[in-house]
């Protein structure tokens, strides 16, 4: 092949003992693999421990199809999987490890581009993290949503209907033995979580960025699209190798800044957040919280998914998908941001069709005006804290109430459903501890359940705050990521039972109604509890994760360090 030699010659392009031991070792290939044609890595995220990802080497065996009919010489490689219902004490603890495992394995072997198959929350941004910090060819193949689920004829979407039917069993308005009927209906076929949750916010996420082909973000995984879909990008890979089209050409300030506009219009997690500002950080571009606010929030809500809305994944697939979002946005959006298959974002929308309204609002009548996630501060968040108002219930986004407050997660679960516990439908619940220190790995418990004596009342829904996340299928009023967190002795960690908390989303305002010099007297007198490890992964963790506004990944890990060639083994 013209052109510069591919990095993978390195390893298999030499006639000498390196050279025979590189070749000689992958036995089985037929020798003209070996002739410098690219050699494209299949970053699999494959586990039976990650049920969302548990078709993925049947997705693989289609990449690797569409990279042989390019010309292309796969290999598939596994890292570590998360998977968000199995891992304790919480998948987020290990985006940062797993992020590591990918861009060490790519970096430390021969390949020249890299597929990122990946679906379960975690999944996808720390496969983007690990790539971007190593800079070679990349594109991501998002195991797709699963079918709909359907209860008694009715849509049941993941997460989503968990939280709501478990408080219908805590109420009293649904019989435990539906409950567990409802358990077999609703993960019906393969795939990830099929409301706009965290994975398919995040697969929206990856088709914004410009890193997917166009409908990666909704085919349902046992879709045949879906494999036809991984047979391209596999071609794709290997022309983007010849092009040297890597990751920092598309991933630029205008696809961040497209990714988080079109995550108010699909009505996407928190967690994207995180997420963006760790991918960005990764490859240098300067995304800050406050850009989510800025960009972000004036945006109207277009699709009807759950939790926002009523519609599944399946449904957003027939209606158009993503495509017909993007266009529906118009010059919302930057037109002219790169994507991996070589056009522009607006080419590859341009005639993208609707064939459901109700599903994909136009722009004149969307289902929400703002709905953009909001960025908090005051004296409770000096760093700031966020909360997705499409998912709030309207009448609380300004409230003041008095402070219920659980010192951690173990306390909240003890005391919620007490009879005697000191709260009503005007109290806010605070929970501490529970930030990327402090559990440690920022769980998604910022969604407390509502007091079983409320829920009785039919309350449905509280101001609750937290430095925690939340699941991207949960909702309610619910403010998260407030930095600093508790376990660093942010104002969060002063908080006492009875104070007084105002929270005013239009004026971006949380204020902890406390005096100052009292704020002072217990900043002075508070001390940081013990850290929740001593030593292994879990330390590194403590010692080395940022904030939640910086993206919560490690410190050390900002920045590409990209792909250079490392010294022989032998
Ligand atoms: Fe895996 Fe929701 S649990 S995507």
């Known amino acids: 092949m013209a052109g510069k030699p591919l990095r993978s010659t390195h390893w298999f392009g030499t006639q000498d003992r390196d050279g025979f031991i590189h070749r000689s070792w992958m036995r089985g290939f037929p020798r003209d693999s070996f ?5 494209i890595g299949i970053c699999n995220t494959w586990s039976e421990l990650t049920p969302c990802n548990a078709h993925l080497r049947e997705i693989a065996d289609r990449v690797k199809r569409g990279v042989y009919e390019a010309g292309g010489f796969p290999l598939e490689f596994p890292v570590m999987s998360m998977g968000e219902t199995n ?26 581009g890299v597929v990122l198959l990946c679906g379960c929350d975690k999944t996808t941004p720390a496969l983007l993290m690990g790539a971007a910090s190593c800079n070679l060819p990349s594109i ?52 990830h979580c099929m409301t706009m949750g965290t994975a398919s916010t995040m697969a929206s996420m990856v088709e914004a960025l410009g890193m997917g082909l166009p409908q990666n973000a909704a085919i349902p995984a046992v879709d045949s699209r879906r494999s036809v879909l991984a047979q391209e990008a596999g071609r794709r890979i290997v022309d983007m190798v010849r092009e040297d089209l ?12 497209n990714a988080i506009r079109v995550n108010s219009a699909i009505g996407g997690s928190t967690n994207a957040v995180i997420h963006l500002l760790a991918i960005a950080g990764r490859v240098g571009v300067d995304l800050k919280l406050d850009d989510f606010d800025r960009l972000g929030h004036e945006l109207p809500l277009l699709v009807d998914l759950m939790p926002a809305g009523k519609f599944l994944m399946e449904d957003f697939y027939y209606a158009g998908g993503l495509p017909a979002v993007i266009r529906e946005f118009g010059d919302l959006l930057h037109r002219d941001a790169p994507t991996v298959n070589g056009k522009t974002i607006g080419e590859n929308t341009a005639s993208a069709p609707c064939w459901n309204r109700e599903v994909i609002r136009p722009l004149g009548d969307p289902m929400l005006k703002h709905a953009g996630i909001a960025v908090l501060r005051g004296n409770l968040a000096p760093n700031g804290a966020v909360i997705k108002p499409c998912a709030a219930t309207a009448s609380l986004l300004k409230h003041r109430g008095r402070a219920v407050v659980f010192e951690n997660i173990e306390d909240l679960r003890r005391r919620t459903d007490l009879p005697d516990l000191p709260v009503d439908e005007n109290s806010v619940m605070v929970l501490k501890g529970a930030g990327p220190r402090g559990y440690p790995g920022m769980p998604e418990v910022g969604n407390m359940p509502i007091p079983r004596k409320l829920l009785e009342r039919g309350v449905t829904d509280m101001v609750r705050i937290s430095d925690a996340r939340m699941s991207g299928t949960a909702y309610g009023t619910v403010v998260l990521h407030v930095s600093p967190e508790s376990a660093m002795g942010g104002t969060l960690a002063l908080v006492q039972d009875g104070d007084e908390i105002e929270l005013d989303v239009d004026a971006r305002r949380l204020e902890l109604r406390v005096a100052e010099d009292e ?3 217990r900043r002075a007198a508070w001390k940081a509890p013990a850290p929740a490890a001593t030593n292994g992964y879990q330390r590194l963790y403590i010692d080395h994760v940022m904030q939640a506004d910086r993206g919560a990944d490690f410190d050390f890990l900002m920045g590409c360090r990209g792909a250079g060639v490392p010294r022989e083994s032998h």
Do not use: H, Y
């Not at 968990?162 to 358990?183: I, N, P």
């Not at 050409?249 to 961040?256: A, S």
């Open 87 to 112: 891992l304790r004490p919480t998948a987020m603890l290990f985006r940062n490890l797993v992020s590591m495992d990918v861009e060490e394995s790519i970096r430390g072997n021969p390949m020249d």
């Open 519 to 521: 704020i002072a007297r």
């Open 140 to 191: 991501v193949v998002s195991g797709g949503p699963m079918l709909n689920g359907i209860f008694r004829g009715q849509r049941i979407g993941s997460g989503t209907g968990v939280w709501s039917m478990s408080d219908d069993v805590r109420s009293g308005k649904m019989a435990l033995a539906d409950f567990m009927e409802a358990e077999t209906c609703m993960s019906r076929s393969a795939g």
């Open 246 to 257: 890597t990751i920092s050409k598309i991933l630029t300030r205008k696809n961040f800044e």
């Open 35 to 39: 002739d410098g044609r690219p050699v």
